[in-house]
């Protein structure tokens, strides 16, 4: 029995693991993505990364050229991304007829572009002639480093950053206040790389142990850090605000639809004035509907806008998403998807525009350069693109604290969700998650945004067409919830806002610039601590 569990011995498995080569290794790195899929949300499964990060660290041990050092960890990344953000292949399914040619793009595609950034991190790591402990916490920070660039380059898609594998360990996450989400990547990716040190022969076990459990307790230690601010943490909530958000639950393949869309419009207002969950409740002051509820022009359709005031409580005020039409001088009409704010008797008070437009879902890129007849220039609904915004705002609206609205994906992009100038009290989220069905995206959505919400020090409110609908205290405490796939609506209170910016809020990234200092310090010390010797 001894002889047959030897394999497993982290010496064993690291010389094993160096000497796989061709589709073996190439299987072996996808495997090791897949795991690092399931440490993020909804599964969370953290202790994974504790084995996956290590197998690709040993795997690299037995590459002899860039080539193969840069194709292990795109096969990494490839199938870390294609079981991360299967989901968004679930969008075309919405019109598959039209847009069947585009599903390998999006299965596959998409997985293949992000991969090219882990597949740069794992050339660069075996580029550098680092040993043991130094080998580590340079692929943390260089990894890092990536998933920063990912977040930027063309527009940038931050997802799957390897910090919100903590976001249902509410302490630690506590520690995003401090670093951002990147600079608890920066950590995660260390700690969970430092198994790799048992399985190199020339780093003394004692060392190797040692490090291990100095990665463990820094985790315990910001646990506790974070427990100690949860446990002097309040639950006060804004008082005469009482918010109703409505979930009208409705199918992406029937949004749109000219047969319905009055009674999707008249299925927001039916829930918007259904009576109070618990006779002692109080009464909602604002009504908050989804991205896109509204499928009419507000400004050029007043009877719509007058249909909509029916939903604002008395006195009050609806929030929704809706789109925004205006005609130019020169005779052009320009769109936005935007938040408009609705008295109770039709005015319209406020809008915001969304900034952060999604390629080929709200504009296609190149447009102008491509011929109208070829299928990709469908992609982007309708001939007109729609119009960014200007960017974060902070919104006063009557009988509210000031807001900063966010459409959608706008909430994912770290640093980027608030006016540094105007400091809100509350982030609103809208969002229809419909085009992603019953998967693990809109979870993930969910769980971005409560980071935002523990980054900014600022409760977040999320309503969502189909889910995941729900309010976030500034500790990114979930104060109220309803789930995906339902329908009907919350009613809860606001939480109140930090007195004063996080950290984060005050420095952004330039918390991780320190951390960066720290490792490469620490790089200096080890640079020849053990291990493999990579040319």
Not at 62 to 81: C, I, N, Y
Not at 207 to 227: D, P, T
Not at 449 to 471: C, D, F, H, K, M
Request: aromatic share 10%; net charge positive; with cysteine.
């Amino acid at each position: 029995m001894r002889e047959s569990m030897a394999w497993l011995h982290p010496r064993r498995l690291a010389e094993a693991l160096a000497a796989a080569t061709g589709w073996r290794r190439r299987g072996l790195a996808a495997l090791f993505g897949a795991l690092a899929t399931l440490a993020m949300p909804p599964a969370y499964g953290v202790p994974l990364l504790l084995v996956a990060v290590p197998g690709l660290l040993w795997l690299l041990d037995g590459v002899t050229s860039r080539r193969a050092a840069f194709a292990l960890g795109w096969w990494f990344g490839f199938s870390h991304f294609v079981f991360g953000l299967y989901w968004i292949s679930f969008a075309l399914l919405v019109d598959i007829d039209r847009f069947w040619w585009l599903m390998p793009v999006a299965v596959a595609g998409l997985p293949a572009g992000l991969a090219l950034f882990v597949g740069l991190a794992t050339l660069t790591l075996w580029s550098l002639p680092l040993r043991g402990v130094a080998r580590v916490v340079a692929f943390a920070m260089i990894w890092t480093v990536m998933e920063w660039l990912r977040g930027h380059i063309l527009t940038g898609f931050p997802w799957l950053l390897a910090g919100y594998a903590w976001v249902a360990v509410t302490p630690v996450l506590q520690t995003v206040a401090v670093t951002g989400v990147y600079g608890l990547s920066l950590l995660t990716m260390l700690v969970a790389g430092l198994p790799a040190l048992l399985g190199w022969p020339a780093v003394p076990r004692r060392l190797a142990q040692g490090a291990l459990a100095g990665g463990v307790l820094l985790f315990v230690g910001l646990a506790v850090a974070g427990g100690g601010r949860l446990a002097g943490a309040g639950h006060a909530t804004v008082p005469d605000v009482r918010l109703r958000l409505v979930q009208a639950n409705i199918e992406q393949t029937v949004k749109w639809a000219p047969a319905v869309r009055e009674a999707n419009f008249n299925r927001h207002l039916v829930l918007s004035v259904a009576p109070l969950q618990h006779s002692g409740d109080a009464r909602p002051t604002v009504v908050i509907w989804p991205e896109t509820a509204i499928p009419f022009f507000l400004a050029q359709d007043p009877q719509h806008a007058q249909a909509a005031a029916a939903a604002a409580p008395p006195g009050g005020l609806l929030l929704t998403g809706a789109p925004r039409a205006a005609r130019q001088a020169d005779g052009s009409v320009r769109f936005w998807n935007s938040l408009l704010a609705v008295s109770d008797r039709g005015g319209l008070l406020a809008n915001y525009d969304k900034f952060h437009l999604v390629p080929f879902g709200e504009y296609m890129p190149g447009r102008s350069l491509i011929p109208s007849w070829l299928p990709i220039a469908t992609i982007a609904a309708g001939s007109t693109d729609f119009t960014a915004g200007p960017g974060p705002q902070t919104l006063s609206l009557p009988g509210l604290p000031p807001v900063s609205p966010l459409i959608c994906y706008e909430v994912i992009f770290p640093g980027a969700v608030v006016d540094a100038g105007n400091r809100p009290h509350w982030l609103l989220n809208l969002t229809n998650d419909g085009w992603y069905g019953l998967s693990a995206g809109p979870h993930q959505h969910f769980a971005i945004a409560q980071t935002r919400a523990v980054e900014e020090g600022i409760p977040l409110v999320r309503v969502a067409n189909t889910g995941i609908s729900g309010v976030v205290d500034a500790y990114g405490r979930i104060t109220a919830w309803l789930g995906l796939g339902r329908t009907g609506f919350l009613d809860a209170d606001l939480p109140v806002a930090l007195p004063e910016p996080t950290l984060y809020g005050r420095f952004g990234d330039g918390i991780l610039g320190l951390l960066f200092l720290s490792c490469a310090l620490i790089v200096m010390l080890t640079r020849k601590s053990g291990g493999p010797m990579v040319r």
